[in-house]
């Protein structure tokens, strides 16, 4: 039976600053997909945001009252900027101006949302929202960099057409990759601070000739929920990934491949760098032996195609780790699931495989859910249905107990 599902916020107190921006309305959404991770939002607006939209909507959104004055003669005991912002477990402020950026860098305190966060402890983001002019400005460009160094972290606008008319840089971040970054700050504790994780994922394709290509089913959804929650504890992790329709995590390098050979080369040119390597990738174990230069026509015969045997990543990683690295990988079975499993373990000198039998309801390609059993040395673990971000959680959670016993 599928467990209930958790959202990343569930807990957590999130400052939504809204400021003066044409972008104003684009915050209504932002606050939605927060109160959907079952954050606790609170939005702060400044006068001129009030402009564009209004307080009511974030109300309704977030239920909620929208904090518009510095002191609410409502709020009898406490002064309520300085109660949020000891209950925030992060602020983001998006859209941002160049006005509220400059006041922030320079700690002037003269409204609700200013105070506020001049108050905060917490993990601070700004997204800014403004004509390319004025973002390019170097007095605009000097602002942000004071608020880097203050730990401020600057969620970079996207390219594109601004209502102004112009097309540059400046338009307000996609929501979503707001809240990317709003998960990676605040969804986890930051136990993987300082690691370097490479995660494979997705599938390989294996070209016969220019038109047709030998590979499988594999969406990359696993591989990418491992990045993602690594990234969201604070690891520095690099997806090495093939051909899927997934968007990328917030914040994650990634490294496109096409075939198992590149994989191989990308793959083991970062090895030695990294803390834990996880494997998730369904590597095609054999690709044609040669590669037709045109489009093999058809004929009345039956065809044959020669193969030949690709480098095994997860047995050279086990062959050439080094000090307190740990080693993850992944095995997809049909039928002998758990011995096939622990015979992969010893063979290739890992510490974890994770198993799914591709015929179990839930499990498998394409699916949001997975029915794993994590194997190691010391035992086998089964885990019940859950989504593929949840078996990350564990499955991460398994890899750290491992370091730390080999880091004793």
Known sequence: MRTEEKQMLSGKTIILGVTGSIAAY?????????????????????????????????????????????????FQFNVEHVELAKRADAAVVAPATANVIAKLA???????????????????????????RMYDNPVTQDNLAILKKYGWQVIEPAIGHLACGDTGRGKFSEESVIVGHVLNAAAFAQDMQGM???????????????????SNHSTGKMGYAVAKICRMRGAHVTLVTGRTNLQPPVSVETVPIRSAQEMFDEVTERAAKQD??????????????VVADQKVKKSDDDMSLALERTQDILAWLGAHRSGAQVLGGFAMETEHMV???????????????????VKVAGAGFGTDTNVVTLVTAEGVRELELMSKEQVAVQLVDELLRIRRRKER
């Open 26 to 74: 684009k915050a209504a959404n932002l606050a939605s997909l927060l109160k959907k991770q079952h954050a606790d939002v609170h939005v702060i607006m400044t006068k001129n945001a009030m402009q564009f939209i209004t307080p009511v909507t974030f109300e309704t959104l977030t239920g909620n009252k929208c904090l518009t004055d510095t002191f609410d003669r409502n």
């Open 106 to 132: 320079h700690g002037l305190a003269d409204d609700m949302l200013t105070t506020t966060l001049l108050a905060c402890r917490c993990p601070k983001l700004v997204a800014p929202a403004m004509n390319t």
């Open 196 to 214: 370097n994780v490479l995660v494979t994922a997705g599938p390989t394709m294996e070209s016969i000739d220019p038109v047709r290509f030998i």
């Open 276 to 289: 834990i390597i996880v494997k998730a990738a369904a590597v095609a174990d054999y690709r044609p032996s």
């Open 339 to 357: 011995e096939h499993a622990q015979e992969k373990l010893a063979k290739k000198h890992v510490d974890l495989i994770a198993a799914n039998n």
